[in-house]
């Protein structure tokens, strides 16, 4: 069966970037799905993460104003996207 | 398979499971696994991450309440990264692909990690190595914490494989579990050889690198007989040791029975079989084994498992002497005084060493040169003394003039104690050991100060025939079946036989059946040895008649040569105990 795949482009926009507490943030809300879920880094050093490895996701490295990628596959892709898109906008609660 | 040869320094064959402990500062060595036991290496790491956050979980709550939920949420990230399945994955992919053991792929895949952190160029995320090293070492305690733990609480029988056995480590021991040891260093008296004699299991010390080359879960066969230890035996050797191990165990089971039956001759003569003992919790075993009292509890174990400039307290010393008393449950407990000295570590923590340890300021010479550290010990040993029947024993003593100091130091202790209101007991038992050849001379005239003597076969043979027996190139020399150490045991005992005073050998001759018909003829009152050797030294006095006995020592004493004597001894021995020799 083809399960659908989603995806969004976000830019990192919290100060300290993807680092300890949003990458744990984020690999949280992911285990609420059953997607599989990857997080591609562009820009000058360009990576990929399995969204639900919290020392992936921090490799990433990802500072602030770093573009993004979220690609969800599976059932609740769709919801699994915009639930973590929603995180990146939020700043992950960080005040500025 | 493989074969290492080491030293033998306890008896017996035993074929088991190798715990192996790691040495404190983590450092792993790359060990590779059988690939059988890959599993079980898998299945510690599953353990150690459960484990590992559990215990963050506790710290994160605990940082929380006292610091903030911002502080403790650090935790929640080294919790997040021990539950991160790809972690997980590369750990174990190590273990199956390399056939690593648990630590070290946990230490491989973990430093992997921290070298891309090391290499960021964030500054913020560049410090989150010190998070990955923290998390590698939280993990690594969990594997080797295990095996700490599990030694004090095993469910199944194991060998010990150290780099060298710790006094904090064997006092953890769960001594039901334990059935052999191997070290990579030490000698004859180290201090796993003397625990391992102790609980009657075999021990290999001295084999160099085993513990980098055994890992935990490897069947191995130690063999403290010939001094070898081998490691994943073949089918052969494990036959030919299985064998080995069943005889020796039926041999003790016989000798089990004994325990409970009084070490009585034939004819109706009663001699004390007593236990030497290093730690309290010893006495348990040895009075299962048989023994009816303690004729010789070493105290320089709280001296040794301090630095060089910690003091032992009184209340560490008054401790440790309650619960031997506690343990003795009412029988005779000899403490000696403080026997250092001549010992590499004293040596070592010397600025100054003595060209002569052995004829300089050892022992009872150097507690009358630190009389505020002998009265902390004979404040305790007095203040104990009136919940047990406790004596006290000075070692070395040479001259009468020493005894005399000794007595006065220990009465100024009761002076000061009276003076205190604290209660002990004025009559305590005082004793000597007679060790050094001229008191064995002038036994007769320490017969009148002393109530009684045990007589330090070990250092009296080594003082009589002025030979070092941990010397290699001299040891062959050294014999206590030697004619003139032989006549200065019989003349000791006969010097406290005639003043009435009890005479025991607390020497290593006590416990080795070959003396023990010798020992027995000459009039000896009390044996004191290794508790795993009583059983076998009460067969034969519960053998023989003290007419045989004497006859024995008559014989005896009447060869010129050492090895007349052993011969005789041997021939005679056999007679009651075939299987022994």
Redesign the interface.
């Known amino acids: 069966m083809l399960m659908p795949t989603t995806s969004k482009d976000i830019v990192v926009s919290n100060k300290?970037?993807l680092?300890?507490?949003p990458?744990?943030q984020f690999?949280?809300v992911a285990n609420q799905f059953k997607s599989d879920i990857k997080v591609l880094k562009f820009g000058e050093e360009p990576g990929e993460a399995?969204g639900?490895?919290?020392?992936?996701m921090?490799?990433l490295?990802a500072?602030e104003g770093t573009p993004m990628r979220i690609e969800a596959d599976g059932e609740d892709a769709d919801q699994a996207v915009a639930k973590l898109a929603e995180l990146f906008q939020s700043k992950f609660g960080e005040e500025d | 398979m493989e074969i290492k040869k080491g030293i033998g320094v306890s008896p017996g064959v035993v074929i088991g499971t190798a715990i192996v402990l790691d040495a404190e500062d983590l450092v792993v060595p790359r060990r590779q696994v059988d690939s059988k036991q890959r599993g079980e290496e898998v299945a510690r790491v599953e353990k150690a991450m459960s484990a590992g956050s559990a215990d963050l979980a506790t710290l994160r709550d605990e940082t929380k309440q006292k610091h903030g939920a911002e502080v403790g949420?650090?935790f929640?990230?080294h919790i997040?990264?021990l539950r991160?399945?790809?972690?997980v994955k590369q750990i174990l992919r190590e273990i199956e692909l390399n056939r690593s053991s648990a630590e070290y792929a946990i230490s491989v895949v973990m430093r992997r990690?921290a070298q891309?952190?090391q290499e960021?160029?964030?500054p913020?995320?560049r410090d989150?190595v010190k998070?990955i090293h923290d998390i590698e070492r939280r993990l690594l305690r969990q594997l080797i914490g295990q095996k700490r733990e599990d030694l004090s609480h095993l469910t199944r029988d194991v060998v010990v494989l150290a780099h060298d056995m710790l006094p904090s480590q064997t006092a953890a021991l769960d001594k039901l579990h334990v059935k052999g040891f191997a070290t990579d260093v030490g000698g004859r008296t180290s201090h796993t050889a003397i625990v391992a004699r102790a609980m009657g299991i075999p021990a290999v010390v001295g084999l160099g690198d085993i513990t980098a080359e055994v890992s935990g879960g490897d069947l191995v066969i130690i063999d403290g007989n010939r001094g070898v230890v081998i490691i994943n035996p073949d089918a052969e050797q494990l036959e030919e040791h299985r064998e080995l191990e069943r005889k020796q165990e039926r041999f003790e089971a016989d000798l089990k029975q004994l325990a409970e039956l009084p070490g009585r001759t034939v004819d109706g003569h009663e001699v004390s079989l007593w236990a030497n003992i290093e730690f309290p919790y010893e006495i348990d075993d040895a009075v299962e084994r048989g023994a009816t009292g303690v004729g010789l509890y070493r105290t320089e174990f709280l001296y040794l498992s301090k630095g060089s400039d910690e003091e032992v307290s009184e209340d560490e010393h008054f401790d440790a002497y309650s619960e031997a008393i506690r343990r003795s449950r009412g029988k005779p407990l000899v403490i000696r005084t403080l026997d250092l000295g001549a010992d590499k570590q004293t040596q070592a923590k010397q600025g100054n060493p003595e060209r002569n340890p052995f004829l300089g300021d050892r022992s009872i010479r150097m507690c009358l040169h630190d009389i505020p550290m002998f009265k902390r010990q004979l404040r305790a040993l007095l203040r104990a003394s009136i919940t047990g029947d406790v004596r006290i024993m000075f070692p070395m003593i040479s001259t009468l003039m020493e005894l005399r100091q000794a007595r006065m130091v220990l009465n100024d202790v009761m002076e000061e104690l009276e003076d205190d209101g604290i209660e002990f007991r004025r009559d305590i038992p005082i004793g000597i050991m007679i060790e050094v050849p001229a008191a064995a001379l002038m036994a007769s005239e320490f017969a009148k100060e002393v109530n009684f003597f045990s007589i330090g076969t070990n250092d009296l043979v080594q003082y009589t025939l002025a030979v070092d027996r941990t010397n290699e190139r001299v040891a062959g020399l050294f014999c206590p079946a030697h004619p003139a150490h032989l006549r200065l045991v019989r003349d000791v005992i006969r010097a406290g036989n005639r003043a009435d005073i009890a005479v025991s050998v607390c020497g290593e001759m006590a416990g080795d059946p070959l003396y023990t018909l010798l020992l027995l003829g000459l009039g000896l009152n009390t044996f004191s040895m290794n508790g795993p050797d009583i059983p076998e030294v009460k067969k034969i006095i519960r053998s023989t008649t003290m007419e045989n006995a004497r006859h024995v020592a008559r014989k005896v004493m009447s060869f010129d040569s050492e090895r007349q004597v052993m011969h005789f001894l041997r021939e005679e021995t056999r007679k009651f105990i075939p299987e022994a020799f």
């Open positions: 300290l970037g680092h300890a507490r990458a744990m690999v949280d399995d639900k490895s919290v020392m992936q921090i490799i490295a500072t | 949420r650090i929640d990230f997040g990264i991160d399945p790809t972690i990690f891309q952190f960021m160029s964030d913020y995320f989150r998070d």
